[in-house]
Each structure stands twice: as structure tokens, then as C-alpha cells.
């Protein structure tokens, strides 16, 4: 039986794919920061975007670009174990680093709140989270090695998350080689930029995830089909890149579909395109839209579903007739959906959808 090539799209979140598509400048800017020693901004960055929109592979990209470059990387994401999690991660990762003694510590402390206790025999003194890392970024900096942190799904409401970036906060003041990557959803974001807390974060370097452009679609996908051995029509092709809309998500679901459909074939015709666009919009539905929807109110949705009137973008003053209701509480609905990253400005007074086919899914729901 003839072996067949293995799907080379990675339709799976946080799955680096073969070609990274659109996000190549992000990615150097942020390996530059790290490059730069203390003090560059990139240091402390935050990938901000909708779901799919491509931030946790970002994450995973940047942390093994600069473990290849001699950084200890450690990624978690934010939960109430993030920060025995992270001393977890750097025991395993600095093993060659760190001396006996501090791998000794790391794996006998026990954490009590932010407090942290000693277990071994020689020790019984408490410390601090702070501390004990003060302790492990010195020691690795000595040895020319800095720390990278990344850090998925923000969310303000975990206290080890402020923990860490209030921390984070202090190795910068004191030029300790070490970075903080994070990344979150709009709404998520904007939740910890007002908290007074961790104020500090507001002046962290942000990037906006939008969509990729048509041009580097194209060459990913087409790059990706012939580096894993088959090839595709040009009809094909034009048609798989459009359907996309520059949805990274969507970019790795149609490429994995219809190379599915006819995976023992060599080329990848219009017709197992057509069939893996059908499939992949079943699945982003199912994986993405479905549970964005889930998180709107009556009222969100009823605004969003008065914006399928106008095409381009709408007016806010149309939106709220529509609605029966001011313009001044439909700015209150406006406000919370460019936050969830479904919408966004499109100058004074109007809005556009700002998730790619979403205005779709909601068209597909009345």
C-alpha cells in the first residue's frame, strides 16, 4: 500500500506550524528586545487578540526561537498553580545552570499564598517568591543565560498573575536579563490595564493581532503544501487564500482540510478545496464562534445583529435606532465588544466587525 504524506497544517492551538504566516516582524522585533539586554521594551510584550487570531502559537514561537538562542525559557498560563509551575519548569529547564544546592531548594519549597517555605533540613527560614527567584535569575545571569517568562490567557482575577508581574516590575528596575511575554483577549487585557495594581503593565509593548495579509497567506500555504511534498492548482490555491479572510486559525483548518480529502494524490485540486472549506468552516464554527457567542449578552448580540444592515462598517447612530435605545447606551454595548475583540473603530462614530466571518455566524443564527 502506498504511504501517504502527512498533513503538514497544524489545526491545533498552540501547534507551530511549518510557516508562520504574517507574523514574522513581530517575532524579530521581539527576539531583538531580548538580544538588546535590559531596558528594551520588548521585554515586557503582550500579544493581544481574538481567539484564532494566532497568540498562543506566537507565544510558543518566540520562546523557541529564544531557547535556541541560550534564554531558559518557562511558559505556563494563568492559574492559581502558575507560580509553583514556573520554579517547576525552570528546575527541569536550567538544570544546567543552576547549582546543586538551588535545584535543591527549588524542589522542596512549598508555597503558602505568595509566601513560599523551605523543607530541607539545613534550611527552615521562609521567603518569598520574589526572593527565590531574585536568587535563580542572579545565578543564571552570572552563567550568561536570561529567563524568559510567557504567559497565556491573562486573566486579572488570578492574584499569582499580579504576583508575577509586580515582581516582573522589580527585575526591570533592578536590569536583571529576564522577559515577560504574555498574552490575552481584548476584554481580558483591558481588565488588568485598569486595575491600579499592576499599573506597571500599561506601558508594556502591545501588539493588536489582525488579519494576515492575502499575499502572505498565499506563500505560506503554498510553501507549506510543496515543502511537505505535494503540490496545489492555482484555482485551488486563490480559492483556499480567500476563504481564509487572514484568520491564522482558519489559514491552518482549510489547508488541513483539503489535503485531506485526497491525501494519496500528488496535487490538491479545486474540488478537495471546495470540500475542505465547507469542513473547516463546521469546525472554526464549533472551536471558535460557538463559544464567542456563548459570552455575549442579549443586548451585544442584538447590537451586532443591527450592524448586518450596513456592509463596510456602521454608523452608531443607525445601530441604536435599530436597537430602540440611545446613542449613548448602545456606546456602552459598542465599548464591550471591541473589548472581546469582535468589533472594532472604524473611525468617529462608526465600527466594523473586527473577527473575520463572524458577521457570517451571526447572518447564519437568525
Known amino acids: 500500500m502506498k504511504e501517504r504524506i502527512r498533513n503538514p497544517f497544524t489545526p491545533s492551538f498552540g501547534s507551530i506550524p511549518l510557516q508562520l504566516a504574517g507574523r514574522e516582524k513581530i517575532i524579530q522585533d521581539t527576539l531583538e528586545g531580548l538580544d538588546n539586554g535590559p531596558g528594551d521594551p520588548h521585554r515586557s510584550t503582550i500579544f493581544i487578540g481574538a481567539r484564532g487570531s494566532g497568540k498562543t502559537v506566537l507565544l510558543a514561537k518566540v520562546a ?30 536550567a538544570k544546567e545552570f543552576l547549582a546543586p544546592e538551588s535545584l535543591l531548594h527549588i524542589s522542596s519549597i512549598s508555597f503558602a499564598g505568595v509566601g513560599v517555605s523551605r523543607n530541607e533540613k539545613q534550611s527552615n527560614r521562609k ?23 510567557t504567559v497565556d490567557e491573562l486573566d486579572v482575577r488570578i492574584d499569582e498573575l499580579k ?20 498574552a490575552g483577549l481584548p476584554s481580558k487585557v483591558s481588565d488588568l490595564f485598569r486595575n491600579d495594581s499592576i499599573s506597571f503593565l500599561r506601558r508594556a509593548f502591545q501588539y493588536h493581532l489582525e488579519a494576515v495579509e492575502e499575499s502572505e497567506v498565499r506563500f505560506s500555504m503554498k510553501k507549506t503544501i510543496e515543502l511537505a511534498g505535494r503540490s496545489i492548482d492555482s484555482d485551488a490555491l486563490a480559492l483556499a487564500v480567500k476563504s481564509t479572510k487572514g484568520f491564522p486559525f482558519m489559514i491552518q483548518l482549510i489547508g488541513y482540510q483539503m489535503w485531506r480529502q485526497n491525501s494519496d494524490k500528488k496535487n490538491i485540486s ?3 478545496a471546495e470540500e475542505g472549506i465547507i469542513l473547516a468552516q463546521n469546525d472554526l464554527n464549533r472551536m471558535i464562534f460557538d463559544v ?4 455575549l449578552s442579549e443586548k451585544d448580540i442584538a447590537f451586532l445583529e443591527a450592524m448586518l444592515f450596513d456592509n463596510e462598517y456602521s454608523v452608531i447612530s443607525d445601530i441604536s435606532k435599530r436597537m430602540k435605545v440611545t446613542p449613548k447606551y448602545a456606546g456602552m454595548y459598542r465599548k464591550r465588544l471591541i473589548e472581546h475583540g469582535v468589533i472594532s473603530s472604524y473611525g468617529h462614530g462608526k465600527v466594523t466587525f473586527d473577527l473575520p466571518m463572524f458577521r457570517e455566524y451571526i447572518q447564519s443564527r437568525l
Open 64 to 93: 523557541e526561537e529564544a531557547s535556541a538562542n541560550g534564554w531558559i525559557s518557562v511558559n505556563v498560563n494563568a492559574d492559581s498553580n502558575m507560580l509553583e509551575e514556573l520554579l517547576i519548569q525552570i528546575r527541569d529547564n
Open 127 to 149: 521567603t518569598t517568591w520574589r526572593s527565590e527567584m531574585t536568587s535563580i535569575i542572579k545565578e543564571l545571569n552570572e552563567k550568561d543565560a536570561g529567563l524568559l517568562i
Open 163 to 182: 504576583t508575577v508581574i509586580t515582581t516582573f516590575q522589580h527585575f526591570v528596575r533592578e536590569r536583571r536579563d529576564v522577559a515577560l511575554i504574555m
Open 270 to 272: 479545486i474540488d478537495d
Open 292 to 295: 464567542t457567542y456563548k459570552e
